[in-house]
Every structure is written in structure tokens, then in C-alpha cells.
């Protein structure tokens, strides 16, 4: 966007340096925008979505954001206590105690490990204002960022923009795998710079849709540690598990890596960064969580350390929106109360997501089209094609034009590809979907 309207109205000129700097990427909105309009098959939306009785017997066959009943009955019967005074700074005290105990449910046999390193999770606007909370507090201006080169486009403007740092990547897979090489080679070549680095790791990953294999977790923990004994110097690593819970594969994680690192080494400070918006297919909750895994050795009363850590949050909550939505909170309060049939309820829509995965899989599997590689994916809610020799933004127009199927093209540095949102395209439509990427591709080759 060019913003002549805001030059000519002369607005620019009032604007402070960041007011000029921040816009908002085009790139998703265009292509839902275009969805909406043109397509039969849409691929573009981030959310769970389906014929409603895919997820409830007996519903009706229209199209639904996927919901959990047990979540949202909660709302009806909210008392005014419960709605209308200020939420504290963090979060209800009882809601924070919650959110731990499902922290410590998630991290399964890593309990005994993990409960000493906890924190009392503060509540966040959504796992995006958790990360924006985490890289204020922790990215300096100037400083790199490092994150695997597949990532929400969303990090830019929170760590870019706001921050006025640097994120600087590595290639996601080397061979098939995750890149353990990379991420060292580039988190040593950083802290050669700086006094410290912070990673960014997303499982699931946005837009990959991967986890990695259970095998791999231990080196990837143990390629952190050889980092920070190597350079001397801590690192951060901000686990953003927007997606935690939806894994497809039995052999791939079936949690979050952050159990993985509490406690890995005193100079790695993982934070969890997590929420209700998939978690609980709560979107418009805005509901997420913010939790340190401090290491157990710190010769610290970890008492004052918690509420020191949670003054300086409060500080940033307290300047940018005071505080956190309290309706939500009492309602998710209760659905916690309840969480083995929240669960259960949920499982149905990671069932119909392991479906379209599977079969997405199967469907690529049969296509031999050098121009088209899916890259590993076995969780989450996308997946990733990379795409060679056809530009992604011009396969997408003529994906949306012909075949009226819309995704959402990346084209950027060395990353040329298309993302497929498969959590809101229903199993039926999904031979449909490759069969109009592959014609497509050929179509563009053709004429080349
Ligand atoms: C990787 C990733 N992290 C964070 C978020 C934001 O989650 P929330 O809606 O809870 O702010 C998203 C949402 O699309 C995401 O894809």
C-alpha cells in the first residue's frame, strides 16, 4: 500500500517515525478477500471450519468455524461478578492456577521435571500479544532475531517494526528434516554480535503444519545446549504453540517442545506462549498465556523472582491494553473446570484435521509434478508447497481465475510457494485441490 491518501491529506507528515513505518501486510488478507468473492474451494482461512456435523451428531450440513460446545456454554450463564469488574493486570488468580495445571497436563511424563521450573502463566490478548509482550521485554533494537525460514508473517511487524530489530532465518529442513545445523550455525553467528539471541520456535508450525518426529527432540535440545556452552551466552527461546494438540502422526511430538527445554540449561530461558484461540477453537476469545520455564539451579528466592518477573509484565500490560478481557476469562475458568469433556469434544475436530492431512498426503503422493514440493507435514493446521519455475503470486491469481480454488502465495528471498489452509477445506473438496494446483502449474508451465 502506497498511503497517497494519507500523504495528500498531508496526515503523513504528523506521523511519528513508527506511524510511518507499521502497515499491514496485504498478503493473507488479499487472498482471503479474494476467497470470499471467487472461490469454491477456499484454502486461505486460518481457522478450523466444516460441515457442523462433522463435529456434532445430528447437527446440520452448513459450513461452521469449529466450536466446543462444552466452551461455549459457559457464556450464558455468566453473572455480572463475572463480566463486569476489571480482570487483574495478569488474569484471574484462579484462571492462571488453571492454565498451569493444563500446562502440566500437556507436558505429560515431563511433569516432574517441568512443575519446578513453572511459572503462574500471566494472561495475554491472544498468543499474539503474548509475543509481542515476550519480544518487548527481551529483543533489544538492532538486536537478530533467528527463526526458522517458514514463519508467521505476523513476527515481522511485532519484532521489525515495533521491536526495531532484526529477524534473520535459516533454511526450515535440511534433507527432510528440521534443520538442526542451521539453527546452530546461525543462533553461534548471532551471539558472536550480541550478549544474548532469542529464537523463535513455532510446533505446529504456521505455515508448514510440522512437528518434528519424537527422535528429534532430544538432539534439538541438545543442539540449543551446545550453543549456549559454546558461546558462552543464554538464549531465549519463545515457544509459540498456537497450534499445540493438533499432531496427526503418532510418531511426530505430541506436545510442546518447552517441556523439553525447562531445565535443559540454566542459560536457556524457554517461555511458553499458548492460548485458547486453537487450543479451544476460541478465536475471537482473545485469550492467550505467557509462562516462564525458569531453570531449577538459579541460586535466587523464586518467590521475589515470580513477582518481579510479573511486575515488569504487568508494566507492559498496564501501558498497552490495561488488562485482559474478564468475560472470557471467567468463561474459560469454568471450561477448565471441565476439561476432560472440553477435550473429548475437541478431539473431533482434530479428527476431521487428521483426515484432511492424511488425505491431502495421499492426494499429493500421487502426483509426479517436479514444479510442486510439498514439504513435510503431519500437523496444524497448513500445509506448504514449495513451487519452482511458476511465481506463487501468479499461480495463485490463475488458481483463484480458473480453477476457483484461492491459497495464499509466499514469494520472497529464496522461498517461492503456496500455503493451504486444509483446517477450512472439507475432506471432499480436497482431491479437487490438487488436481486444480497441478493443472494450474502445468497450465503456467505450458506457456512458459
Ligand atoms: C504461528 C501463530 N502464532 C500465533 C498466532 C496468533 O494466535 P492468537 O489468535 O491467539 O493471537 C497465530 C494465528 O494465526 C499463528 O499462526
Sequence with gaps: MEFEALKKSGITNLLSAFGRSIWLPQGIFYWTGRAKKEATIDATIGSAQGPENEIIAGAPDKAVTFYIPSVQRHFAGLKSEETVPYAPMLGLPDLRKAWREWILRKVGDLRPRVEPCLTLPAVTPGVTGGIFMAAKMFVDKDEVVVSPDRLWENYSNIVERHIGARIETFPFFDGGRFNLKGMQRKLLDTLAQQPKALLMLNFPNNPVGFNPPQEMVQPIVQALIDVVEQAGKPIVVLCDDAYEGYVYDPAA????????????????????????????????????????????????????????????????????????????????????????????????????????????????????????????????????????????????????????????????????????????????????????????????????
Design 253 to 448: 511430538l505430541q506436545r510442546s517442545m518447552f517441556g523439553d527445554l525447562c531445565d535443559a540449561h540454566r542459560r536457556i530461558l524457554p517461555i511458553k506462549l499458548d492460548g485458547i484461540s486453537k487450543e479451544f477453537l476460541f478465536y475471537g476469545g482473545r485469550l492467550g498465556c505467557l509462562t516462564f520455564g525458569l531453570p531449577s539451579g538459579l541460586d535466587v528466592d523464586r518467590k521475589a523472582l515470580q513477582e518481579e518477573l510479573d511486575n515488569k509484565l504487568g508494566g507492559i500490560v498496564r501501558s498497552t491494553v490495561s488488562n485482559c478481557t474478564r468475560p472470557v476469562q471467567s468463561a474459560i475458568l469454568k471450561a477448565l473446570g471441565q476439561l476432560d469433556q472440553v477435550l473429548a469434544e475437541r478431539q473431533r475436530t482434530v479428527d476431521v484435521l487428521g483426515r484432511r492431512a492424511n488425505l491431502l498426503k495421499a492426494e499429493f503422493a500421487k502426483v509426479s509434478l517436479p514444479q510442486l514440493r510439498p514439504l513435510p507435514f503431519n500437523a496444524g493446521f497448513f500445509c506448504f508447497c514449495d513451487v519452482e519455475g511458476v511465481p506463487a503470486n501468479k499461480l495463485a491469481e490463475h488458481l483463484i481465475e480458473k480453477y476457483k480454488i484461492g491459497v495464499v502465495p509466499s514469494e520472497g528471498g529464496k522461498i517461492n510457494g503456496i500455503r493451504i489452509a486444509f483446517c477450512s477445506v472439507p475432506e471432499k473438496d480436497i482431491p479437487t485441490l490438487v488436481n486444480g494446483i497441478v493443472s494450474a502449474i502445468k497450465d503456467l508451465a505450458a506457456e512458459s
